[in-house]
């Protein structure tokens, strides 16, 4: 059978691989071809503002060739465009060894030339790379993928950036030497960078629609309200990027900073991208973009302000800390508006699609670059602006950042009006987002989705459900959602061990449901919501009504846990009668000692024996009884462990030894023991009930209940009775003589 255009899940690791390869490379390639060093070189050829404000937009503009493409490659496979664009790219970045012969006007002009040539390439390869990123990634992982995409660029970027302001320190090569062959050397990186992404796995073509222009595609994007409101913001974003790219020149015009040290700064940046995409990857997928790209804008309005209010006589660090800030946040919301843009890309039309959306952009890139480079030369004005008391306020760029705080203002009322499926409220998420338990629970959740061993599961499950905040609760409600998962079970059990209200109905759900393989587990958890009506009633429905008994036992359980009340002990008493398998009876038996105050069911102390059961039921029985009443050392199930496990001599000399205290066993040790080693049962049971009938236990009913029940044995068959049951009577009788009354 032939495949689709569609990629399976292996060939979408291994494209994933290749694109996180391509982007290493991509980052040491752009960020030697890109924005930082062609500022440079303009302003060492003494560009103007508006020059200036071109190259932050020129990256955008070229998107105005967009429209084309999808006519120019019409059936071409998509990879191979764009692994060839981006080769383009970087041959063309070889002209700018044509700088060493020219100067002034001419430098600048073929400087915007070739830096505009080289974003038409790479302007192509981006718009088909938003379908690449779609094709290579599933919904529930592409807030992960665009994180680790973003990571793999910034990090190799971040360390070339870093060798770049160490090289252009060096005197040698702090003038055009150094810039131009930084250049050269980023147009060879960028050949690796242009291999690693031809070997993506791709069987999309471009498409071109006959009479689908731009303009078509944009009239029906505009149609669609969602749809609508995700582009604005990818539009918006874009255009706040695009100023916010200006604070490079800013810190060599206004502050006069040197070469090497605008280029720390681009590296303050990378860090802000870093940590902006290790945002995204974390809680994109889980909290939704919406709410935190309207919480980012809020955080940008107050930097951009800071910017706009700061004066350039301020340290360079305030600057480095300010820069970072902003841009973490700018970077945050272009990360998430590309993700949230990607859930409604269409499939059949990816190219025409973002070839209308980067046409948007070239024209909404180059007028908010125009427009900053004026405000840029509006400096003056600024300046009088903030002036209070003969003391000014603001720089040279101030209307271009309050600009910035315009547009982001916008972005902030259009994030708040779009609708986003399964994301969180704003609050909500900040809930998340700004609280140590919310984070906490993403780092939990993290590690639970890289985590193997067992044990080390069970514990981070228990964790998260000692985590309160909202995350860790809709993570919880996805497990219990799951109709089966490794940690369900721990889910449940967690909630039982941290009652958490707001899963509540999610927990009665399981409960009531009959094929769910954790009903006795949730059954029991509802044990721990004693307050709430709702749980006595479902548990009546159960007890009553439940397709199994061991859905019956486990609710006469949990029901005597929240009531601790008589009403129905009858109907316990009756269903208990029937159980066939240990766990129900000991389910039994727990409901009966919270219902039951007097501990009348004691009576039945034999019962048991009287049912034939095994050996191993018997004990289990008899130790449960056992614990009810908390006698003390030495425990029954210790000695039913030893006995399992050696001889009798093992088991019985120490407990004989310990039970000397009792004046009965004192003064007939030996005979006790040989009663034991020769299987003298009847003499055994002649001696234990001699010593309840010298005891008075009447001041405690469940002990004149037991001994009711233990006294019982006297009709008994003899033959009915084993190891097992002599052991618990020679245990109970001497518990209840040393616990009489004088």
Same mark, same amino acid.
């Given at each position: ?21 391509? !982007? ?47 006519? #120019? ?50 302007m ?7 379908? &690449?990123?779609?094709s #290579? ?6 807030? @992960? ?77 505009m ?19 695009? #100023?916010?790219?200006? &604070?490079?020149?800013?810190?060599? #015009? ?40 309207f ?121 708040? @009006? ?22 906490k ?32 609760t ?22 039982? %061990?941290?009652?958490?209200?707001s ?20 059954i ?11 749980v ?7 007890l ?20 601790e009340? &008589? ?36 009576? !039945? ?7 034939g ?29 030893q ?31 040989s009663?034991? &080693? ?35 044995s ?10 097992? %049951? ?17």
């Amino acid at each position: 059978m032939g495949k689709t255009k569609y990629l399976s899940e292996a060939e979408k690791q291994l494209g994933r691989k290749h694109m996180y390869l391509q !982007e290493f490379f991509n980052g040491v390639a752009y960020s030697l071809l890109g924005d930082t060093i062609v500022y440079l070189l303009a302003i060492y050829f003494g560009a103007g503002n508006l020059a200036l404000g071109y190259i932050a937009s020129a990256s955008y503009i070229a998107g105005a060739v967009l429209p084309f493409i999808p006519l #120019i490659f019409k059936g071409k496979n998509q990879i191979k465009v764009q692994s060839s664009v981006w080769l383009l790219r970087g041959v063309v970045c070889f002209g700018y060894v044509g700088l060493f012969f020219l100067t002034g006007d001419a430098a600048v002009l073929l400087l915007l030339g070739i830096y505009t040539i080289f974003n038409i390439f790479r302007m192509v390869g981006i718009a088909l790379n938003d379908f &690449t990123m779609k094709s #290579i990634s599933s919904v529930s992982n592409r807030g @992960k993928v665009v994180g680790n995409v973003n990571v793999a660029y910034q990090s190799s970027s971040m360390v070339v950036r870093c060798i770049t302001a160490l090289v252009l320190g060096i005197q040698q090569f702090s003038g055009l030497v150094g810039l131009i062959g930084l250049q050269i050397i980023g147009a060879f990186m960028n050949f690796f960078a242009a291999h690693q992404m031809s070997l993506i796995p791709s069987r999309s073509t471009i498409v071109h629609n006959k009479g689908r222009t731009v303009f078509t595609i944009f009239r029906e994007a505009m149609g669609q309200s969602s749809l609508r409101r995700r582009l604005f913001l990818r539009w918006l974003s874009t255009s706040v990027s695009v #100023i916010f790219g200006l &604070t490079v020149p800013f810190l060599r #015009i206004e502050l006069a900073l040197s070469n090497s040290m605008v280029v720390l700064y681009s590296v303050v940046l990378g860090l802000a991208v870093v940590a902006a995409s290790y945002i995204s990857k974390q809680f994109s997928d889980r909290l939704g973009s919406r709410p935190l790209v309207f919480l980012s804008t809020l955080f940008s309005l107050f930097f951009f302000l800071l910017w706009a209010l700061i004066t350039p006589q301020t340290s360079p660090v305030v600057f480095f800390f300010l820069g970072f800030f902003t841009n973490f946040f700018v970077a945050l919301i272009s990360l998430l508006v590309f993700r949230l843009l990607a859930q409604v890309m269409p499939d059949d039309d990816a190219v025409g699609f973002n070839s209308m959306a980067n046409f948007v952009i070239a024209i909404v890139a180059f007028g908010v670059g125009i427009v900053s480079g004026l405000l840029a030369d509006s400096g003056d004005l600024a300046r009088s602006i903030f002036t209070f008391d003969s003391r000014s306020a603001g720089n040279g760029y101030t209307l271009v950042f309050l600009f910035a705080m315009v547009l982001t203002a916008v972005e902030a009322l259009v994030a708040a @009006k779009l609708q986003e499926v399964g994301a969180y409220s704003s609050q909500a998420a900040a809930a998340v987002v700004f609280s140590m338990h919310g984070l906490k629970a993403v780092s939990m959740i993290e590690k639970l989705e890289k985590e193997t061993d067992p044990a080390k599961r069970r514990f981070l499950m228990h964790s998260l459900g000692s985590n309160y905040n909202n995350m860790a609760t809709s993570e919880i409600r996805s497990i219990l959602a799951s109709p089966f998962s490794s940690d369900k079970i721990e889910a449940v059990r967690a909630l039982a %061990d941290r009652p958490r209200k707001s899963l509540l109905d999610d927990l009665i759900t399981i409960a009531r449901d009959d094929d769910s393989y954790v009903q006795l587990d949730a059954i029991a958890a509802l044990g721990s919501y004693k307050k709430d009506p709702k749980v006595k009633e479902v548990m009546l429905q159960l007890l009553k009504y439940g397709r199994w008994s061991s859905v019956r036992s486990m609710a006469s359980k949990t029901l005597a846990r929240i009531t601790e009340s &008589t009403e129905y002990l009858p109907l316990v008493n009756e269903l208990s009668h029937n159980a066939k398998h240990i766990d129900e009876v000991i389910d039994f038996l727990i409901a009966k000692r919270h219902m039951d105050k007097e501990g009348t069911f004691y009576q !039945e102390f034999f019962l048991s024996v009287e049912q034939g059961r095994s050996s191993t039921f018997r004990q289990t029985r008899y130790a449960v009884i056992a614990s009810f009443l908390k006698f003390g050392s030495p425990r029954l199930s210790t000695l039913f462990e030893q006995m399992n496990t050696g001889s009798v001599k093992d088991f019985l000399s120490g407990f004989l030894t310990e039970a000397r205290d009792l004046n009965q066993i004192d003064l007939h040790y030996d005979e006790v023991h040989s009663m034991f &080693t020769n299987h003298r049962w009847d003499e055994l049971r002649t001696f234990c009930l001699g010593i309840l009938d010298d005891c008075n236990v009447s001041f405690d009913p469940n002990f004149e209940n037991l001994k009711i029940g233990i006294l019982k044995s006297r009709e008994m068959d003899i033959k009915l009775f084993d190891m097992q %049951d002599a052991l618990a009577g020679l245990y109970f009788c001497y518990s209840l003589g040393k616990n009489a009354k004088v």
